[in-house]
């Protein structure tokens, strides 16, 4: 006796993804065929090759024509990136096979903030007003027209890398020199440009997205209990369910619906970074993706407590009939910060910090001796502090207490 | 197997650490039990939360920080009562690395099977990245490995394991039912890839 043919999933982990035991757990949980493509070689990618690929992420093309030849032998029903690059590489793989996919274009513009921000201000969806400058072509009369308090971003990067809140003018120099730098050193090869925005004030919030035939519903709605003011903007605690009037939620969500509609994004995840104040919402991120770093662990959904990523493979395998809710439990997570630069040695006081009430995980994701610096140069967090509650406000509480009984050991590097 | 040593070091009023002069549980790295069921392959553990009074426990090596309820039992009368615990457990060897413990056939020639293979095939592949894989044991079908070197903390190491070390494991020995992973991987110091990005 013969099953039915079991389902091929081409998942396209990058070699610096937090992310690679959940998404593995994802496609355990869903009993699929799976592949996996990174950007450098497995140490198993010529004993196990229909396991195993090696993607040029760079080069959208190639990483097509590589994949087509695999599906040949391997029919792929479905093929997921996990990161901003890699989802870019999804859709034109996807497109090329025919698989149910978003546009390249969009999944690029929502990439390119530059671009992103052109196609989002001509929709007329709520942003900062903004102004794309080259390195190498800077105005100074553009500069001078500057109102502040502005922020000051890269075009290209992620996670808060490169952001700067500037005061005035002499605040502006000085990071764009700081940017500068940041750019040559993290992406050589990206566009040598970046934006400046005025500076939006209010409360920040994060929504977990996922995108089914251009509709967007709201997997989960995180509320941001530190204030995001600068000079960086360091991410630290998320919490969810949001503590937001009901009201503003729905403004928040009509922001996102609107921005993914401008940019033409119809299927899968998105994460999208929004500020509310007095003039309403305003949409200051989106990306193509699900939520970073180890923050996705946060969240179950359904009877069953699938994860995240369980539903979004769920999804790009079409095999998510309907779209569970989050289970309505209090959770929430603390990114822990680069205190200072130097050579990461441990964290002290982790047993401690797990046995607070509430508290169900802590992740050091920073190896020893690694070369850790604070933002805006790095954006990499030491580890991830979990914990679940009956409401946001205790679950808030477990976390400050945990990371309180912390104890850094960072050494100065010569 | 003698007694363990069992100091307890209150932490404050909810919390109190047990040491003991071995380790409680394979898993290197910290790990949190709320709820018995969680516990059933973790005997100490199981046996810690069954004292009335306590809510949670984290082991790390040596050591066991005990949550107690604060509408429970005091720590004067927790304590003793919790070192006979987790002392009963730990003696009776259910899951502290024991020599003398006796597998069940299948899994001792499972075992066998395994460590031939990650000695012509997994160890020999994984060394290309610095890395090294040791077999710490099978229980009920499941092989039991703690990886090191460029493995330990590595941000592709579920990868190697389930699209590698296992896709080879299974070519040989189909009934293998899966792998446990019971490294310390906060702990490596030179992972092969580390985890820097969204």
Known sequence: MTGAPRSRLLLLLPTTTYRAGAFIAAADALDADLTVASEKDSAFSTDEPDALLTLNFAEPAECVARVAQFHRRHPI????????????????????????????????????????????????????????????????????????????????????????????????????????????????????????????PGEEYALEGILDDGRLTTLALFDKPDPLEGPTFAETIYLTPSQASAPVQAALHDTAQAACTALGLVRGPVHVELRYNAR??????????????????????????????????????????????????????????????????????????????GVTDIAVTVH?????????????????????????????????????????IIEQTP | ???????????????????????FLLDEGPRKFTRPEEATEAPPAEAVLAVDGVREAVFSGDRVTVVRDPAGPSWDDLIPRVQYALGAAVTSAAIVVDPDRAPVLDDEAMYDE?????????????????????????????????????????????????????????????????????????????????????
């Not at chain 1, 530059?114 to 196609?119: A, V, Y």
């Not at chain 2, 460590?115 to 290309?128: D, G, K, L, S």
Request: hydrophobic fraction near 45%.
């Open chain 1, 77 to 200: 029903r479905a093929v997921f990136g996990v990161d901003d690059r890699t989802a870019v590489v999804a859709a034109h793989v996807a497109q090329a096979l025919g698989l149910d996919h978003n546009p390249p274009a969009a999944v690029e513009a929502a990439g390119d903030k530059f671009r992103q921000r052109q196609l989002l201000a001509t929709a007329g969806v709520p942003i900062p007003s903004f102004a794309y400058h080259h390195f190498d072509r800077i105005d100074p009369a553009s500069l001078a027209t500057v109102r502040f308090p502005a922020v000051v971003k890269p075009v290209s990067l992620s996670a808060s890398r490169g952001v700067m809140r500037v005061d005035n003018p002499d605040s502006l120099a000085k990071a764009i020199s700081r940017l500068r730098a940041i750019l040559e050193e993290a992406a050589p090869a990206s566009e040598q440009a970046f934006l400046i925005e005025d500076y939006i």
């Open chain 2, 1 to 23: 197997m003698t007694t363990p040593v069992l100091s307890a070091e209150p932490i404050d009023e909810l919390r109190c650490a047990f040491v003991a002069d071995r380790p």
């Open chain 2, 114 to 198: 395994v460590e031939h293979i990650f000695q012509t095939q997994i160890n020999p592949i994984v060394a290309q990245h610095g890395g090294a894989i040791d077999l710490i044991d099978v229980q009920d079908a499941t092989v039991v490995i703690r990886m090191s070197g460029g493995c330990q903390g590595c941000g592709m190491a579920n990868v190697t394991l389930r699209q590698g070390v296992e896709a080879a494991l299974k070519k040989a020995i189909p009934t293998l039912a899966g792998i446990r992973d019971v490294t310390d991987h906060g702990s490596g110091a030179n992972p092969y890839f580390s985890s820097t990005s969204k």
């Open chain 1, 368 to 408: 020893r001796g690694a070369r850790v610096r604070p933002l805006p140069e790095e954006s990499r967090y030491l580890g991830f502090i979990f914990a679940r509650g009956p409401d946001p406000g205790t679950v808030e509480r477990a976390i400050r207490q945990a990371f309180a009984t912390l104890d850094i």
């Open chain 1, 280 to 357: 309403g919402p305003w949409l200051v991120e989106l990306a193509a993706r699900p939520i970073g770093g180890r923050c996705g662990e946060v969240l179950r959904f359904g009877p069953e407590a699938k994860s995240l990523e369980t539903i979004l493979l769920a999804q790009a395998l079409g095999r998510l009939p309907t779209i569970p809710s989050r289970e309505p439990q209090a959770s929430g997570v603390m990114m822990l910060p680069v205190p200072r630069a130097g050579t990461f040695q441990r964290i002290d006081g982790l047993e401690t910090a797990l046995a607070t009430p």
